[in-house]
């Protein structure tokens, strides 16, 4: 059984940083690109940022260009999101997300995590 465990959500003022963190357990972890994606209120899910599996190549979607970084630690079976200059606009659902594919598209996620919120109070 395939799951993915995502933490380090909250609340924070304006300006800050959260670190979020998605353990995998179930699947072959180095086998698979792992992401991120958001959802706010009444929003389509967007893209955040993704790894490869290998992690030789990373993307990010344009709202976390310069301010978001991810990682991924395949030993450890762990990808996080650092996320700084945090703004209110970036409050919503973050899901983590596996996915055979490269580059990574919400249509071709094999595996969700059941998210993590996050509310930027500004």
């Known amino acids: 059984q395939v799951q993915l465990v995502e933490s380090g959500g909250g609340l924070v003022q304006a300006g800050g940083s959260l670190r979020l963190s998605c353990a995998a357990s179930?699947?072959?972890?180095?086998?698979?690109?792992m992401g991120w994606f958001r959802q706010a209120p009444g929003k389509e899910r967007e893209f955040v940022g993704g790894?490869?599996?290998?992690?030789?190549?990373?993307a990010y979607g344009d709202s976390a260009k310069g301010r978001f970084t991810i990682s991924r630690d395949n030993a450890k079976n762990t990808v996080y999101l650092q996320t700084n200059s945090l703004k209110p606009e970036d409050t919503a659902v973050y899901y983590c997300?596996?996915?055979?594919?490269?580059?990574?598209?919400?249509?071709?996620?094999?595996?969700w995590g059941q998210g993590t919120h996050v509310t930027v109070s500004s």
């Open positions: 179930g699947l072959s972890f180095s086998s698979y690109s």
């Open positions: 790894r490869s599996k290998n992690g030789a190549n990373t």
């Open positions: 997300a596996a996915t055979t594919s490269w580059p990574m598209s919400a249509f071709l996620v094999n595996y």
